[in-house]
C-alpha cells in the first residue's frame, strides 16, 4: 500500500486547478498524468528577459521587457498580419506583429490606449523597433519577471500554462520526512525534499536541490537492488556443478579451441555456478568475441547438473537466430532445446509450456516471453540474458520467482558499459570480459562512400555476388519504423531491379514468417544481399556474408555502426564495411566516420560514442523500451551513484532496514520512484 502522505502527489493532473480535459489529454501525451509527473517536469532551462524603461536602451536581437501604450491596430489585407502600433515611455515607436491566427486573441490582449508590458525579441523591421510575436503581455511588470523557467512542452501546451500547472502541482507536494543520510545532506549543503523542488522551478542556479532530486531517484533504485540482494540473500541459491560430459563433448566437437578469454570466462563463470549463492555475472566481449558459445557451455554446466537454463533475446529475430546457431553447436548432443517467443500461441505454445514443466526441455530460448507468468519451469538452475542493455528489479524478480531457489543469471553485453552505469541497469554484478577475438579472422577493411558513388557500389555488389559471396545493406534509420520500412522496402525495389530475385527484405513491421523467410533465405546461401533496417544490429550470424553496406551511415551512432560491422569477418574471406555517406556532412559527422575507418577497437569506440553521443543514448531505449533517469542526467548518475550505492546498503545492513524512522521515510522514497515491485520483497521476504 502507498504510504496516504503521498496520494496527493499519485492523483489525476486533470484534478489540478487550472488544468482541464484538454490539457491534461495534452500533457498525457509526455507522460505528465499525475501531479506527481508534473511537478517532477523539471526545467530545461532558464530564459532571461532584459528591463528597459525605453527601446533605445536595448539592441537588435535582444530579448527584452518594456512597458508600451497602444496606440493603434492595422489589420492587413488578405492573410497578412496584424499590425499594432505602439510607443515606449519616451514615445518611441515600436510594431508588434501577429501572424496568422494569433491576431484576435492579440488585439484582445492589447486594447487601444492601454498601457501593458511586453515581453519578446526586439528586432528591426523597415526602418521602425518591431516585435514579432510576443512571447509575454502583462498588465504590469508582475506579470513578466525578468527570470522564466524553460519546460519541455509537447502540442497544445505552452511554456506558460505548463508553468501554471507546474506551480498547482507544487502545491500539492507535502512536505516528506527526509530519507538522505543526515551527514550527506549537510556535506553537499542540500536542501530538504520539498525545498529542493521549489527551488528547481523557482531560481536559475539550483545546482545542489538538482543534485538532490537526481540523488533521491538513484536512491530509489539502488535501494530496490539491494532488497532485491538483500532477498536474494535469504533464499540461498543452488550450487550447480556439472560432470563434464556434455561440455567437454562440445568443445572436442569444435572445428577450434576455445579461446584463452572464452576459458577464462567460462572458468569464472563455472566458479560461481558452484557455489550456493546465485551468481550475478556481466560477460562483456566486443561484436563477434565468441560469448554464444561461452554462454552455451554455462547452459551445458547446468544441464549437466540436472537444472534447465534459458537464454533470453532481445527479439523475436535474434531469438531464432540464437535457437539456431545452438541446434546447430549442439549437434547430437543429448539436449532438448525449447523455443518460446510472443508468436508462438495455441496448442504449439501449450505443448512447449507443458515440456518444460515436465522437465522435458534442458534449454528454452526465446524473448521474453520465457519470464512471462504462466511460464513455469521444473527447475530453472540458469538464465542468460543476451543484449539487454537493461535488466532491472522488475524483471530480476520475474525471474527469481521461476524456481524454488533464484537461478544464477548471466547477462550478456558488446556494450562496454560503464560500470557506474551498470550498477543502475543490472545491479552490482561480477564482470567477465572476453577481451581476445577468435583467431583465424581477417579485420574488416572499412571504406567511407560518399552517395553519389552509389553507382561504383553498386558494380562492385555485382562483382561480389558473381563470387558467390553474399551482403547485407543496411538501410538508414529515417524516422519511426513506417519510414524506415519505407526506405528500406525502396532500396530492395531498387536493387532487386537491377540483381533480380536474390535481394531479401526484413524490417522491423514484417509479419515474423516472411521475416524468419527471408532470414533462412539469407542463411541457407539462397539469397545474395539481405536489405534491412537494423533489426540485424546484433547477433545475426552468416559467415559467407563479407560485405556490409551501411547506408546514410552518418546517422547511426559509432556503437552501432561497430555492431553493425561485426556481421561480417566472421568466415576466411577478407571482409569489407562501405559506409555509404550523404553528399554534406558536419565536421563531427565527418570525424565520428573516419574514427570508424582507422579503428575497429570496441571499446575505444565506445568511448568516444559516449563523448559524442551522452551514455543515455547510447543504452539507448532502442532495445530495452525503458527510459534511464527521469530526473538524474549521465553526469549526475556517474557522480553520485555510487555513493547512493553506499546509502542504501547502509541504510537496509546496519541503520535497520526500512523499519526505523529513515526507513520509513525511505520506503516513501521508493513509491515516490515507484520501485514498488521491491517494497514487495520486504513483506515477502
Ligand atoms: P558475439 O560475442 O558477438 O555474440 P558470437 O558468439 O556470435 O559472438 O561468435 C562469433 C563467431 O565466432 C561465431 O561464428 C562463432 O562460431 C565463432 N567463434 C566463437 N568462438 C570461437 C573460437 N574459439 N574460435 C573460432 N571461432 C569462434
Ligand atoms: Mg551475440
Known sequence: MRPPVLNPLFADAASLPGVGPALAKALARIDLTRVRDVALHLPLGWARWKRVARLGDAAEGERIIVALTVLAHQES??????????????????????????????????????RRVVAGKLERHEDRWQIVHPDRIAEDEAGTPPL???YALTAGVTNRRMAAAVAAALKRAPVLDEWVEPSMLARHGWPGWRAALETVHGVPDAAAARDRLAYDELLANQLAWALVRASRRRRRGRALQGDGQLTEALVAGLPWPLTGAQRRAGAEIAGDMAQRHAMLRLLQGDVGSGKTLVALIAMLTAVEAGAQAALLAPT????????????K???????????????EK????????????????DILVGTHAIFQQGVAYRDLGLAVVDEQHKFGVAQRLMLAEKAEVPPHLLVMTATPIPRTLALTAFGEMDVSRLDERPPGRTPVVTRVMAMDRLEELLEGLGRHLAAGRQAYWVCPLVGDGDEDEAAATARAATLRARFGETVALVHGRLPGPEKDAAMARFAAGEAGVLVATTVIEVGVDVPNASLMVVEAAERFGLAQL??????????????????????????TAKARLKMMRETDDGFAIAEADLRLRGAGEMLGTRQSGEASFALADEEQVARLVGAARDDARLLLERD???????GEAARVLLYLFEQDAAVSLLRSG
Open 77 to 114: 489585407a488578405g492573410r497578412g498580419p496584424l499590425r499594432i502600433r505602439a510607443n515606449d515611455a519616451d514615445g518611441a515607436p515600436v510594431t508588434l506583429a501577429f501572424f496568422g491566427g494569433a491576431g484576435g486573441y492579440a488585439a484582445a490582449k492589447l486594447p487601444v490606449g492601454s
Open 316 to 327: 523475436d529475430l535474434l531469438a531464432r537466430q540464437h535457437r539456431a546457431v545452438l541446434e
Open 329 to 343: 553447436m549442439l549437434g547430437d548432443l543429448p539436449v532438448r532445446l525449447g523455443f518460446l517467443s510472443g508468436r
Open 562 to 587: 561497430h555492431q553493425l560491422r561485426g556481421r561480417v569477418g566472421r568466415g576466411a574471406a577478407q571482409s569489407s564495411c562501405v559506409l555509404l555517406r550523404g553528399l554534406t556532412l558536419t565536421a
Open 148 to 150: 522564466e523557467p524553460v
Open 346 to 361: 495455441g496448442r504449439a505454445r501449450e505443448a512447449t509450456l507443458a515440456a518444460l514443466a515436465a522437465g522435458e526441455i
Open 656 to 662: 535497520g532496514g526500512l523499519e526505523g524512522v529513515r
